[in-house]
């Protein structure tokens, strides 16, 4: 089964930027969403975003809209979330996730990537 591989997840100051990137281990891997979780300590897992593969259709949760952007490299088949003006609260494990096929669930997941936010 395809993997899904995340990087970069770091410690970072209150206000600061971090970029995560994800990508599937296998390029012919077909998919109909790609999108963003996240985990913090003893809370229920959250969505962050998503973007629909064949029309570019984009959602994020309340919680990080304004502040947050997914995006996408076609050509390097890698799925980014930029997250600026980082906040303590933004602190968690995020994991990229897939869609195989419309009607599908997120079925695809990452291994997560620690995100930490310091005050």
């Known amino acids: 089964q395809v993997q899904l591989v995340e990087s970069g997840g770091a410690l970072v100051q209150a206000g600061g930027s971090l970029r995560l990137s994800c990508a599937p281990s296998d390029r012919t891997f077909s998919r109909h969403a790609m999108g963003w979780f996240r985990r913090a300590p003893g809370k229920i897992r959250e969505f962050v975003a998503s973007l629909t593969w064949s029309t570019g259709t984009i959602s994020y949760g309340d919680s990080v809209l304004g502040r947050f952007t997914i995006s996408r490299d076609n050509a390097k088949n890698t799925v980014y979330l930029q997250m600026n003006n980082l906040k303590p609260e933004d602190t968690a494990v995020y994991y990229c996730?897939?869609?195989?096929?419309?009607?599908?669930?997120?079925?695809?997941w990452g291994q997560g990537t620690q995100v930490t936010v310091s005050s």
């Open positions: 996730a897939a869609i195989g096929a419309l009607g599908s669930r997120w079925s695809y």
